[in-house]
T-cell receptor, first 113, second 113 residues
Framework: EPEVTQTPSHQVTQMGQEVILRCVPI?????FYWYRQILGQKVEFLVS????????KSEIFDDQFSVERPDGSNFTLKIRSTKLEDSAMYFC???????????FGPGTRLTVT | DAKTTQPNSMESNEEEPVHLPCNHS???????IHWYRQLPSQGPEYVIH???SNVNNRMASLAIAEDRKSSTLILHRATLRDAAVYYC??????????????FGQGTTLQVKP
């Protein structure tokens, strides 16, 4: 069964450094999302992406964040200058053209020290 | 998206049915009821969704009250692998296949052997 994959599974970085989290959505999906989950808290929406542009973004998704679909398969989340409070699990999700369910990846654990 | 209310936690015995309730008294006529679950250390996983009629799939059944102000996710025979946080989420039909998911705290289901 096709699945969303994410790399790396765990990323440790120092405060102020740039990180890029990578996702490979399911191949025929057209809608893409990033969510995050701080330890012990709710899953929070960050951004949705469709037709090579951002459809919606949350208040969390400020100028330090950006997303890109550089080729036909990858979907990336970049954090330009990481802060301690960016430490969280980051989940990528994708959705098919006419389906309403979202398929989530296993997540990347980002630790900012 | 309208608000949902779920119990914080529930317990079940293995191989017994589990009924997970969700209240959504402010649901609008165009809101779909979606259920996702999150197994420990994994990303959320789609379970089922419905609008008005009861729905069944290989994972679960969804029973929707006639006035749509509440719904119940039914796991017919709980297994240890069903131990997870279960989220009840309302999504407007207009954004059903494009829009973000808004996660609450969900119900943590413990399954005892």
């Amino acid at each position: 069964e096709p699945e969303v994959t994410q790399t790396p599974s765990h990323q440790v970085t120092q405060m102020g450094q740039e990180v890029i989290l990578r996702c490979v959505p399911i191949s025929n999906h057209l809608y893409f999302y990033w969510y995050r989950q701080i330890l012990g808290q709710k899953v929070e929406f960050l951004v949705s992406f469709y037709n090579n542009e951002i459809s919606e973004k949350s208040e969390i998704f400020d100028d330090q964040f950006s997303v890109e679909r550089p080729d036909g398969s990858n979907f990336t989340l970049k954090i330009r200058s990481t802060k301690l409070e960016d430490s969280a699990m980051y989940f990528c999700a994708s959705a098919p053209p006419r389906g309403s369910e979202q398929y989530f990846g296993p997540g990347t654990r980002l630790t900012v020290t | 998206d309208a608000k949902t209310t779920q119990p914080n936690s529930m317990e079940s015995n293995e191989e017994e049915p589990v009924h997970l309730p969700c209240n959504h008294s402010t649901i609008s006529g165009t809101d779909y009821i979606h259920w996702y679950r999150q197994l420990p250390s994994q990303g959320p996983e789609y379970v089922i969704h419905g609008l008005t009629s009861n729905v069944n799939n290989r994972m679960a059944s969804l029973a929707i009250a006639e006035d749509r102000k509440s719904s119940t996710l039914i796991l017919h025979r709980a297994t240890l692998r069903d131990a997870a946080v279960y989220y009840c989420i309302l999504r407007d039909r207009g954004s059903s296949n494009t829009g973000k998911l808004i996660f609450g705290q969900g119900t943590t289901l413990q399954v005892k052997p």
